[in-house]
Nanobody, 122 residues
Framework: QLQLVESGGGLVQPGGSLRLSCAAS????????IGWFRQAPGKEREGVSC????????NYADSVKGRFTIARDNAKNTVYLQMNSLKPEDTAIYYC???????????????WGQGTQVTVSS
């Protein structure tokens, strides 16, 4: 069964850091582009960051540029989202998604995880 599993979410104080992981089971991420999305209560899902299958291209939402970094480790079949200088407005459920086409920050990906909660609060 093809599955994406996010982990690494939690409660963190403003200014803190978290690293989210997106691990695949049942298939390899080697040839897939990966996107990270988030959805806060009462808001639409928005693209946060994405990375091409080769890792040579990345994109970030303006709201997270300079604070978040996406990276992939194909040997571990995992993609990471390092989140620094977190703000309360980063609070959301974070999802990873995969597709053979690099959809950048558009929510058109074929495979989706169940999400991991990130809460930024003092």
């Amino acid at each position: 069964q093809l599955q994406l599993v996010e982990s690494g979410g939690g409660l963190v104080q403003p200014g803190g850091s978290l690293r989210l992981s997106c691990a695949a089971s049942g298939f390899t991420l080697d040839y897939l582009a990966i996107g990270w999305f988030r959805q806060a209560p009462g808001k639409e899902r928005e693209g946060v960051s994405c990375i091409s299958s080769s890792g040579g291209s990345t994109n970030y939402a303006d709201s997270v540029k300079g604070r978040f970094t996406i990276a992939r480790d194909n040997a571990k079949n995992t993609v990471y989202l390092q989140m620094n200088s977190l703000k309360p407005e980063d609070t959301a459920i974070y999802y990873c998604a995969a597709a053979p086409i690099y959809y950048k920050l558009e929510p058109l990906y074929d495979y989706w995880g169940q999400g991991t909660q990130v809460t930024v609060s003092s």
